[in-house]
C-alpha cells in the first residue's frame, strides 16, 4: 500500500541555519503531495502542497520540490526562525483510487535555538 | 478553504465510558474524515464519514468501538465507546477537496482516559 517515510527527528538547529527535512514515499498512482505543520498546542496546518511532478510548492519561506524520479518531496528553509519551531508531517494523497484520504509520515520535530 | 469547529476541544474521562465528538464544517463537503494521532505519533486515518450511508473503516477501526454519524454535508460525529487509557489521543475532523488537492483539519480533541 501507498506510504510515506520522512527523517527522524528531533532536528535541533541555530537560528538562520539552513533545513532539510527528508521526505519519501511509495504509491501506485499519481499522489498530491503536502507537508503539514502543527505548532506546539495547536491543530494541523497546510504548509504547501505540490500536485505533479516537477511542481515545486512553497509558503512562508518553505520549499519542497515534487521529485518523481526520486519518489520525494524534501522540505527545505534557507534560513529557520525560533518560530518555526514545530512537528512537520509529510503527507500523500492518492487520488486514483477517488478517496482522497491523506497518508502522514511519522512526522519530524523541529527545534530552532536562539 | 474550509472552517472545521471541533467540539470538545478536551476531556478527561473515566475508562468504560464514551465520549462523542462533533465536527462542524462551515460549507457543504462530500468528503469527512476522522483521524486519530496517539501522543508522539502522526495521524492515522480512522474512517471516512459518508453522507447518508454508513462510514468506511480503514483496518484496525470498528464501527462498535468508533461509531460515526453523518447527518447532513456539514456535521459529523465520532463517538469513543468503552474507553480505555489506550484511546488517549487527539481525534482530528478533516475535509477534503475533490480531487484531493488540499484537506483542512479541525483544532482536535484532546482526550485522556484515566
Known amino acids: 500500500g501507498d506510504s510515506v517515510t520522512q527523517m527522524e527527528g528531533p532536528v535541533t538547529l541555530s537560528e538562520e541555519a539552513f533545513l532539510t527535512i527528508n521526505c519519501t514515499y511509495t504509491a501506485t498512482g499519481y499522489p498530491s503531495l503536502f507537508w503539514y505543520v502543527q505548532y506546539p498546542g495547536e491543530g494541523l496546518q497546510l504548509l504547501l502542497k505540490a500536485t505533479k511532478a516537477d511542481d515545486k510548492g512553497s509558503n512562508k519561506g518553505f520549499e519542497a520540490t515534487y521529485r518523481k524520479e526520486t519518489t520525494s518531496f524534501h522540505l527545505e528553509k534557507g534560513s529557520v526562525q525560533v518560530s518555526d519551531s514545530a512537528v512537520y508531517f509529510c503527507a500523500l494523497s492518492d487520488r486514483s483510487d477517488s478517496s482522497y484520504k491523506l497518508i502522514f509520515g511519522s512526522g519530524t520535530r523541529l527545534l530552532v535555538r536562539p | 478553504s474550509a472552517v472545521i469547529s471541533q467540539k470538545p476541544s478536551r476531556d478527561i474521562c473515566q475508562r468504560g465510558t464514551s465520549l462523542t465528538i462533533q465536527c462542524q464544517v462551515d460549507?457543504?463537503?462530500?468528503?469527512m474524515f476522522w483521524y486519530r494521532q496517539q501522543p508522539g505519533q502522526s495521524l492515522t486515518l480512522i474512517a471516512t464519514?459518508?453522507?447518508?450511508?454508513?462510514?468506511?473503516?480503514e483496518s484496525g477501526f470498528v464501527i462498535d468501538k468508533f461509531p460515526i454519524s453523518r447527518p447532513n454535508l456539514t456535521f459529523s460525529t465520532l463517538t469513543v465507546s468503552n474507553m480505555s487509557p489506550e484511546d488517549s489521543s487527539i481525534y482530528l475532523c478533516s475535509v477534503g477537496s475533490p480531487g484531493g488537492a488540499e484537506a483542512f483539519f479541525g483544532q482536535g480533541t484532546r482526550l485522556t482516559v484515566v
Open positions: 464519514a459518508n453522507q447518508g450511508s454508513e462510514a468506511t473503516y
Open positions: 460549507s457543504q463537503v462530500t468528503m
